[in-house]
């Protein structure tokens, strides 16, 4: 999630779980800790790889497997020092332990992959159920984290924090709600085309809940298709978008593609541009602009070899256009959608949004 949120979730965290009296210290003590984990993209600046930087991001300080031993590492630093900590071990030693690992169990449910159990060789999770900015998520720590600070130790304050906490975990609830409601939509839709079995995501567009873009990998590309809960009751409908299948193949042994294929689950489209391949992240943006794409090798006579890897900057983005599009989209259905293809191979005859 974005570092805003991770602040007034690890303070209304902290301070629903520390003693009421360090309640307002809590509160502060929660929103430094909650940002901890993300201090791992200030080394990540020294290297000028971008895959590097992206893929190193969400690994060490997010993992469950180290994190509680850098608790326990705080925790009896403070506890040393005597204060609030040495005073309440206890309690503090759970408010210290819940936020930090509450911090890569949040960043889960986005899109971009969160090394949950680094150092083993799993691939990162993504339950892809909020985009990295939503604003309804947000509100309740916000509100929660401001009136329990102005409220201090008096009783509503606490009332407050558990106010915060029951809406903030109910709405990561519904988020997950209504992506099972855009995969039964699209299970249809994919069975009647034959791809039933495809590998697929599904995430939430900019800010919202209620659009969805779903993404199958097909033989020769991928499907989108896209979801309004607010407003579309029939099948859900996919264009095809292709892929240069074969160079991808190819260029399996660059170091740059297998590491982009295991941070992405495979979710990646390549393309050949003036002999250079092109990877792009189809999880992050949609047809035909992605947030991260990047050139990775170039072809030889000995076949494709490693290059230095490049970001690829999309055109500037229109972000006020792209949200009155989105906010469109969720509540109107696009009239004479139709989709076509049996193999994944051939265009779908319209776009979904």
């Known amino acids: 999630m974005d570092s805003i949120t991770h602040l007034f979730y690890g303070g209304v965290i902290c301070a629903a779980i520390a003693p009421k009296a360090h309640r307002r210290a809590a509160l502060l003590a929660g929103a430094a800790l909650n940002t901890l984990p993300d201090l791992d993209v200030l080394p990540l600046l020294l290297s000028h790889d971008p895959i590097v930087r992206m893929t190193w991001h969400r690994a060490a300080t997010h993992s469950w497997l180290v994190l509680p031993l850098i608790a326990w590492a705080i925790w009896w630093f403070f506890k040393r020092r005597g204060g609030r900590v040495a005073a309440a071990p206890t309690r503090w030693w759970w408010a210290i332990f819940v936020c930090l690992m509450a911090h890569p169990l949040l960043d889960s449910f986005t899109v971009y992959g969160t090394q949950l159990l680094w150092p083993l060789p799993v691939r990162p999770l993504m339950w892809s159920s909020l985009f990295i900015v939503d604003p309804l998520f947000t509100l309740p720590w916000l509100l929660a984290f401001l009136l329990a600070m102005v409220a201090g130790t008096r009783r509503w304050g606490g009332r407050a924090l558990a106010a915060g906490l029951a809406l903030g975990v109910g709405y990561l609830g519904w988020s997950l709600l209504a992506k099972a409601q855009v995969a039964r939509a699209a299970d249809s839709e994919l069975a009647a085309l034959g791809h039933a079995d495809a590998p697929r995501f599904s995430v939430p567009m900019p800010l919202t809940t209620l659009l969805w873009r779903e993404v199958a990998m097909v033989p020769g590309?991928?499907?989108?298709?896209?979801?309004?809960?607010?407003?579309?009751?029939?099948?859900?409908?996919?264009?095809?978008?292709?892929?240069?299948?074969?160079?991808?193949?190819?260029a399996g042994a660059v170091p740059a593609v297998q590491r982009m294929a295991w941070f992405t689950r495979g979710f990646i489209a390549a393309r050949v541009v003036d002999d250079d391949l092109l990877i792009d992240d189809l999880r992050m943006g949609n047809a035909p602009e992605y947030f991260f794409s990047f050139r990775v090798a170039r072809h030889a006579e000995a076949g494709w070899r490693a290059i230095p890897v490049a970001a690829v900057r999309s055109p500037p983005r229109d972000v006020g256009a792209q949200w009155d599009a989105v906010w469109q989209r969720i509540w109107t259905e696009p009239a004479g959608q139709a989709a076509t293809g049996n193999s994944g191979a051939t265009p779908a005859a319209n776009a979904s949004k």
């Open 221 to 250: 590309g991928y499907l989108e298709g896209f979801r309004s809960l607010s407003v579309d009751r029939g099948p859900m409908h996919f264009r095809f978008h292709p892929t240069d299948a074969a160079a991808l193949q190819a």
